[in-house]
């Protein structure tokens, strides 16, 4: 996968001097396409193409479409993934080398692997582990930028909330996940009637060769302009309270292996195929109670100045002084700083990564070490743990990220249409 650029080489011809030889020009690498102020370097571009077919490679059964095909949906993506970089980079965001390490230490251990084994793999597999460490770091950012931007254009109401719960699917206390590939054939805002004909043509075409045998990644990769299409389309394992309702209508009457027909949607018609089904009902929540302190740096204490005083911090916990004092006094975390650091009973899914793994790890009674998260510096203390009925409360919570993850899987695409329609973009191939 075409990693982010450390250095921009200088483009164009640059002159080489050998011994006894004329000068000669030489092409060191080419734009690919102009993206804004920014470039896409063609190096960027094989690179990219190199590892998808890798990954295409390591699935047994899928093919490659047309070299001129792929060439284009990977360049898409480049492009696509390049004005979202220029929004992180304009916003001040960044993923540290510490978040970044608990990124791959979470990756290697889903792979039952220590992080030592898991770059020997790397290494193995022919891979160059920095470029891989900073492809993961690209990867984290743009999820960053994508959350920070479609999650201000969402908001959940009351009522939906109370709707969700009244409707059928709300009731359900055991909810079917499917795991799901798609096939998106996307419409422009303001479709012409023509334009909506065609595309349902062809997303019917589509649903012959798939009834005809071809295979579902394949076509993805080649047909599909869905983000994930470089995937083989695969969305992983998805709730239908966390599908858009038309999307959720038709999975519901499949089962394993079966294909819907083509499915229209504001954004285009979809192909939904269910690779698998999995059921289950949760009764039971471990719930952990916890407060903490964070400090962030800022325009009159610098990172490395955050970072002593969070230490120092620490040390006077050690020492015996007052959690509750010190968070009211240094944490920047007004809410609950006020509260003596307070946040209440929490469980698994409701914080970032990086403070659910200490809190889950830190005993009964006992502070934390500092670790840092997106947000900043934090020192945390796990004050008790139990398991708790799911309850009203429980049933609340669900709903409401039910329906702000289906309301984020629907204004993604839109935001992502948005920010390529609103760039400037030049291909140079």
Do not use: C
Request: charged content about 25%; aromatic content about 4%.
């Amino acid at each position: 996968m075409a990693l982010s650029k450390l250095a921009r080489p200088l483009l164009g011809l640059l002159l080489m001097t050998a011994p006894l030889h004329a000068v000669q020009a030489e092409v060191l690498d080419r734009i690919a396409a102009v993206v804004n102020e920014d470039i896409v370097l063609e190096s960027e571009l094989e690179q990219r193409m190199d590892l998808v077919r890798q990954q295409v490679a390591a699935r047994d059964s899928t093919r490659l479409p047309p070299e001129d095909v792929l060439r284009q949906q990977v360049l898409d993506r480049l492009i696509l993934e390049n004005i979202q970089m220029q929004i992180a980079e304009r916003q001040g965001m960044r993923i540290s080398d510490s978040q970044l390490n608990q990124a791959i230490s979470r990756i290697a251990a889903q792979n039952g692997m220590t992080l030592p084994q898991f770059r020997d793999a790397l290494i193995a597999e022919g891979q160059d582990y920095a470029q891989a460490r900073e492809q993961i770091r690209r990867e984290m950012l743009l999820t960053q930028v994508q959350q920070s931007s479609v999650n201000r254009r969402i908001s959940v109401s009351e009522q939906e909330v109370q709707n969700f719960l009244e409707s059928e699917m709300g009731q359900q206390q055991v909810q079917a996940e499917y795991r799901l590939r798609n096939i998106l054939l996307a419409l422009p805002e303001g479709a012409t009637p023509a334009m909506i004909q065609k595309a349902e043509a062809e997303a019917l075409a589509l649903r012959e060769q798939l009834e005809q045998g071809a295979d579902f990644a394949e076509l993805a990769i080649a047909e599909s302009n869905a983000p994930n299409a470089l995937q083989g389309g695969e969305l992983g394992w998805r709730k239908e309270t966390e599908l858009p309702e038309a999307l959720a209508r038709a999975i519901s009457k499949l089962g394993p292996g079966e294909i819907s027909d083509p499915i229209k949607t504001p954004g285009g018609f979809h192909l939904l195929k269910v690779e698998d089904k999995r059921g289950g009902k949760v009764q039971l929540v471990e719930q952990t109670q916890v407060r903490h302190i964070l400090l962030k740096p800022n325009e009159i204490r610098s990172e490395s100045q955050t970072r002593r005083l969070i230490d120092d911090l620490y040390q006077r916990l050690q020492e015996g002084q007052p959690f509750d004092e010190l968070a009211r006094r240094y944490s920047d975390d007004a809410a609950s700083g006020s509260q003596g650091g307070d946040l209440g009973w929490t469980q698994n899914g409701q914080m970032v990564p990086e403070f659910e793994q200490v809190m889950n790890n830190t005993p009964e009674g006992s502070i934390s070490r500092p670790f840092e998260s997106r947000f900043g510096w934090h020192i945390l203390q796990v004050q008790d743990r139990r398991t708790q009925d799911l309850g009203e409360e429980m049933l609340e919570s669900q709903a409401r990220n039910s329906i702000r993850q289906r309301k984020f899987n629907e204004e993604l695409s839109n935001w992502l249409r948005e920010i390529r329609s609103q760039a400037y973009i030049e291909r140079k191939i």
